[in-house]
């Protein structure tokens, strides 16, 4: 099974080329592509970004224990 990613185009295996979401559906975007974007977005609103993080921490209160990071 391949899929093509609609920001770069390119068309490329579901398993290694997308993420998959909570029910087992691949996303729009490449990992390639949806990291950079990630990655760009919180460059562009690092207010969002450390209030949605801050958010996630709260709701995750044990993930760094539990990962040990
Ligand atoms: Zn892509």
Do not use: H
Request: with cysteine.
């Amino acid at each position: 099974m391949t899929k093509i990613c609609i920001d770069c185009k390119k068309r490329k295996p579901l398993e290694e080329g997308f993420y998959f979401n909570a029910k087992g559906r691949p996303g729009s975007y490449c990992k390639r592509c949806a990291s950079n974007r990630s990655l760009r977005w919180q460059k562009e609103n690092p207010e969002k970004y450390a209030a949605a993080r801050k958010k996630w921490e709260e709701n995750n209160p044990n993930y760094w224990k539990v990962t040990g990071l």
